[in-house]
């Protein structure tokens, strides 16, 4: 009897651990390529709205720009900025179809007065790689899954997924990835700009001055007619993508150069989905606002 209950102990302990291992390894396992981007898509077609934090940092000439934001976002596309730092006080709102498609800024310093800005124009583009016009996790994803997909389709580029620990209080996976050197030389057409050359290739605008940085252009309408642009097939040469475990959305964006310099990062300290923002929080009349 000692003997049958001894094993009996022994095959329930073994269940216990073997259930434990499981529930381990099932939370654990690394999930595909395919089902990380899935999971993000996904939340996004359930997503109405969201605010929070962007910390961001982009090589601008050369030099490494740092700025602190918060940020609410709402469908139909509709962004509201507050400046943290720098430049505390600055705010912006972008609604699509409103105010002639420009942006309502107030500087939030002397003079404060309220300022209408095309999105891609020089003054609005002074201190970021992407218009306002680009802003949201549904344009993140877009770009990230697009170019992860080209890499798996073409063959090419090393991707790695595994556990990212926790950022920011948020349970993460780690992707990397090196993307090949490679593109093509597309000729500038009569009056345009790279803004047309980035349209009709599909690739971000700013990367594609970065990329022909050797050219000497400076901004996007540097281009003549005639002017051989290299534009390249993937969006930077190495990234890392931290996603979070829940919900597939961003946490943090790192993305390097052929230098292996930094070309940008993102990163989100604080988000909250589905809040529930109304169109007064994209309104200059929000008496919240500095309007």
Known sequence: MLVRAAILILFIIGCIIGCQANKVSAETAVPTLDKLLQQAENTLKNLKDYDGEIIRKERMQGKLVKQHNSFKFARPFQVYLGFIKPFKGREVIYRQGWNDGELKVHKGSFPDINLNLDPRGSTAMKRSHHPITEFGFENTIRLISKNLRRAVKNGTGDIRI????????????????????????????????????????????????????????????????????????????????????????PVKLVTLDRKGRLYESYEYPRVRLNPGLTAKDFDPDNEQYDF
């Not at 030389?185 to 980035?198: F, H, M």
């Not at 050219?215 to 007619?225: A, I, L, Q, R």
């Open 162 to 249: 595994s556990n990212g620990g926790e950022l920011f209080g948020r349970k993460v996976w780690k992707i990397e990835v090196r993307f090949p050197m490679a593109g093509r030389k597309i000729t500038v057409k009569e009056d345009e700009t790279l803004w047309d050359v980035a349209r009709r290739t599909g690739q971000d605008m700013y990367w594609i001055l970065y990329s022909n940085q050797n050219k000497g252009w400076e901004d996007p309408d540097d281009v003549d007619e005639g002017d051989q642009v290299f534009v390249p097939w993937y969006y930077g040469a190495k990234a890392e993508f931290f996603l979070d475990k829940e919900n597939g959305l």
